[in-house]
């Protein structure tokens, strides 16, 4: 079984352009969840979408966005970027029940 | 809100040694832990996961216990190896289907 996608492993952005990101879950799952690992501030949550409904979302400012497609992929857009976006970006997904979330090898962003 | 930390921020020991790794979150109230192992700049991949109902679980060299009145979480690695360096994180999951909250990180440094 296929676990959790990301693509593109590594993006190389400059200042107030636009970044997506993109992540396809393991086949089942309906939940994806985003998360931003920045340099020195640890694993911070920013999006959870489930059946294809944003359910929640971390303290990002609104140019953090996202949408799940009917396929249950997810795609995370970040505008006007700025030089702190550049992070490891995670993305997880989980099933029913009691299952855990599974992780994602993650999109390195770079802001120039 | 729920925070959550761990010590030591890093470790290191001599092959062979059985070591301890510590978790901490500020309210009880918690669906899940997880402890998650992370090489440098790649993703997450899950260690041990236990239940709020449950006290501990094993894998292997792996024993991870809960005790959610005091808001604390072990990990204890027996027999460590020059393969168990890497960064350790402890995640918080606060109701189902919501996003964990994750530690910073116990960095951990297995000698030859």
């Known amino acids: 079984e296929a676990g959790v996608t990301q693509s593109p492993t590594h993006l190389i952005k400059t200042r107030g352009q636009q970044a997506t990101l993109r992540c396809s879950p393991i086949?089942?799952?309906?939940?994806v969840y985003w998360y931003q690992q920045a340099l020195g501030l640890g694993l911070q949550f920013l999006l959870w979408?489930?059946?294809?409904?944003?359910?929640n979302r971390g303290n990002f400012p609104p140019r953090f966005s996202g949408r799940q497609f009917p396929n249950y992929s997810s795609e995370l857009n970040v505008n006007a970027l700025e030089l702190e976006d550049s992070a490891l970006y995670l993305c997880?997904?989980?099933?029913?029940?009691?299952?855990?979330?599974?992780f994602g090898p993650g999109t390195r962003l770079l802001v120039l | 809100k729920q925070e959550v930390t761990q010590i030591p921020a890093a470790l290191s020991v001599p092959e062979g040694e059985n070591l301890v790794l510590n978790c901490s979150f500020t309210?009880?109230?918690?669906?899940?832990l997880q402890w998650f192992r992370q090489d440098p700049g790649k993703g997450l991949t899950s260690l041990l996961l236990?239940?709020?109902?449950?006290r501990e679980q094993t894998s292997g060299r792996l024993n991870a216990s809960l005790d959610k009145s005091s808001g604390r979480s072990t990990l204890y690695i027996a027999a460590s190896q020059p393969g168990d360096s890497a960064t350790y994180l402890c995640?918080?999951?606060?109701?189902?289907?919501?996003?964990?909250?994750f530690g910073p990180g116990t960095r951990l440094s297995v000698l030859p």
């Open positions: 309210d009880s109230a918690i669906y899940n």
């Open positions: 997880a997904s989980r099933g029913g029940g009691r299952e855990t979330q599974y």
């Open positions: 979408y489930d059946e294809g409904e944003e359910r």
């Open positions: 086949s089942g799952h309906t939940s």
């Open positions: 995640a918080v999951e606060v109701n189902y289907g919501q996003n964990f909250v």
């Open positions: 236990i239940q709020s109902s449950q």
